[in-house]
């Protein structure tokens, strides 16, 4: 027997799933789909890859199929509503919701901001039943009173921990406020911190808890590696020692703030690296075409924040990097998932500064393993004997000048050229070097190296 058919889901799910060629329900469909159907608010702990959408998205389709209104009796009111922090998931959530009702008559359209108003509330207008949104633009739609939640029975928080982290709270409230309260609320979050708990609190009743921990099984084909740096200055020059060194075909990544994926970006570039950068400060539009250019190998590196990155599917990602460590470990998991999608093979190498050892441990601790230690290539671990993080505070070029041997020179070429081929004897220049160390390697270069990236490589 088909062991969708114990959760009780109706034929035309069931061929759906069966033309999807699942075998079998994975863990959180079988833990939420029974109590979702039974009516029940869910509050559940999964991130993307588990198959949460199709966790809330089958009970919801059995739900509105039940009584689909006349052709002429649909309007712009839909009876589901699942808000979403992307566009980008906003786009795959619609896309899942036709792939699983595919045998229904039930309509689905995703609502985003960054794209033209119009043909979004055409289609509106045509009338729906389940409408997928992110709250921006959806609280414009209301306002303009394109869309009305009177008749939602069924609302959907996606990712509602990056809901809040981006801000989208006090929306989020509001949006549930327009809504009746004999409603169902569906809330899934990849992290449960006391906010999120707060938000649940508030707009559920009585939820039933259901939780996938992210486990080896889930991230299967990555092959996970960490290097133990000293400094800001050795992870740029590891960065480039290992571009340099090739086989990264497509890699993303990861910083801690956007002006960190700006700066790498801009360091990657003035090397002659085609890099994008994408977080929340840029418009959807620059999003779009770093995004484009990304899929179609244009540019070879996507660098990102955790937020930008959220739903991101880019098929064929054959690296990860985690430049920064990020201070909540299940980021952790949900970055590397970028990579060894689609049965694929994948490389994630984080980079663990001193002040991130906890953190590594945090995401040891989550994923149940170690995460094997890299060694550093040679010609950097001289870099880093001659570099710990303290000396660079200190005037050291006045005290001890570097002695020029051939990997130093090279190795130096990026971050240290200029201040060790003219060894300084003033302050200013000093500063200069100072200043320079505690900043991006990449930026401070001379000119004499710049977009010189591959006949550096043919150097070594
Ligand atoms: P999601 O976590 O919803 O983004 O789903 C992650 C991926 O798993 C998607 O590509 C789904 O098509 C796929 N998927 C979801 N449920 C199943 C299942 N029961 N069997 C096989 N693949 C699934």
């Known amino acids: 027997m088909n062991p969708f058919h114990s959760l009780k889901l109706s034929d035309p799910l069931l061929r759906a799933l069966e033309s999807k060629s699942y075998k079998t329900p994975t863990p959180i469909q079988v833990q939420a789909i029974p109590p979702t159907l039974a009516g029940h608010d869910i509050l559940g702990c999964a991130q993307t890859g588990t198959g949460k959408t199709a966790a809330f998205a089958l009970p919801i389709l059995q739900r509105l199929d039940k009584h689909v209104p006349h052709r002429h009796g649909r309007t712009s009111h839909p009876r589901a509503l699942i808000i979403a922090p992307t566009r980008e998931l906003a786009q795959q959530i619609v896309n899942s919701f036709g792939e699983y009702g595919r045998?229904?008559?039930?309509?689905?359209?995703?609502?985003?901001?960054?794209?033209?108003?119009?043909?979004?509330?055409?289609?509106?207008?045509?009338?729906?039943?389940?409408?997928?949104?992110?709250?921006?633009?959806?609280?414009?739609l209301m306002e303009q009173k394109y869309v009305s939640l009177q008749s939602v029975e069924v609302l959907v928080l996606d990712e509602a921990d990056r809901l809040l982290d981006m801000g989208f709270i006090e929306p989020i409230r509001f949006i549930a406020s327009q809504i009746r309260?004999?409603?169902?609320?569906?809330?899934?979050?990849?992290?449960?911190?006391?906010?999120?708990?707060?938000?649940?609190?508030?707009?559920?009743?009585?939820?039933?808890?259901?939780?996938?921990?992210?486990?080896?099984?889930?991230?299967?084909?990555?092959?996970?590696?960490?290097?133990?740096?000293?400094?800001?200055?050795?992870?740029?020059?590891?960065?480039?020692?290992?571009?340099?060194?090739?086989?990264?075909?497509?890699?993303?990544?990861?910083?801690?703030?956007?002006?960190?994926?700006?700066?790498?970006?801009?360091?990657?570039?003035?090397?002659?690296?085609?890099?994008?950068?994408?977080?929340?400060?840029?418009?959807?539009?620059?999003?779009?075409?770093?995004?484009?250019?990304?899929?179609?190998?244009?540019?070879?590196?996507?660098?990102?924040?955790?937020?930008?990155?959220?739903?991101?599917?880019?098929?064929?990602?054959?690296?990860?990097?985690?430049?920064?460590?990020?201070?909540?470990?299940?980021?952790?998991?949900?970055?590397?998932?970028?990579?060894?999608?689609?049965?694929?093979?994948?490389?994630?190498?984080?980079?663990?500064?001193?002040?991130?050892?906890?953190?590594?441990?945090?995401?040891?601790?989550?994923?149940?393993?170690?995460?094997?230690?890299?060694?550093?290539?040679?010609?950097?671990?001289?870099?880093?004997?001659?570099?710990p993080v303290a000396t660079i505070e200190t005037p050291r070029y006045e005290i001890q000048p570097r002695p020029q041997s051939h990997a130093h020179g090279h190795s130096n070429t990026h971050a240290h050229g200029h201040a060790s081929t003219h060894t300084p004897s003033h302050s200013n220049t000093h500063n200069r070097e100072h200043g320079h160390s505690r900043s991006n390697s990449f930026e401070h270069k001379p000119s004499r190296t710049r977009g010189k990236f591959p006949r550096h490589a043919r150097h070594r």
Do not use: W
Not at 104 to 122: H, K, M, S
Not at 348 to 375: K, T, Y
């Open 103 to 140: 045998y229904t008559t039930l309509r689905a359209t995703a609502v985003y901001g960054g794209v033209g108003l119009f043909q979004q509330t055409r289609i509106l207008q045509n009338g729906i039943d389940i409408l997928v949104a992110t709250p921006g633009r959806l609280m414009d």
């Open 181 to 387: 309260r004999e409603r169902q609320t569906l809330l899934f979050s990849a992290t449960m911190p006391r906010e999120i708990l707060h938000l649940a609190n508030a707009l559920q009743r009585d939820p039933v808890e259901v939780r996938v921990a992210p486990t080896e099984a889930n991230i299967p084909k990555i092959e996970q590696s960490v290097y133990v740096v000293h400094s800001k200055v050795q992870k740029e020059k590891l960065l480039e020692h290992m571009l340099v060194k090739g086989g990264m075909n497509r890699v993303i990544i990861f910083t801690k703030t956007k002006h960190g994926a700006d700066r790498l970006c801009k360091g990657l570039r003035s090397v002659g690296v085609a890099s994008e950068a994408i977080h929340g400060n840029k418009v959807q539009g620059q999003r779009d075409r770093a995004l484009a250019r990304f899929k179609t190998g244009q540019s070879q590196i996507l660098v990102a924040t955790d937020v930008a990155a959220r739903g991101l599917d880019v098929d064929g990602i054959t690296h990860v990097i985690q430049f920064d460590l990020p201070r909540d470990p299940e980021a952790y998991i949900h970055r590397i998932g970028r990579t060894g999608r689609a049965g694929a093979t994948g490389i994630a190498i984080a980079f663990c500064e001193p002040g991130d050892r906890g953190s590594l441990r945090n995401v040891e601790r989550l994923i149940g393993q170690r995460v094997p230690v890299a060694p550093m290539p040679a010609v950097l671990e001289r870099i880093q004997d001659r570099e």
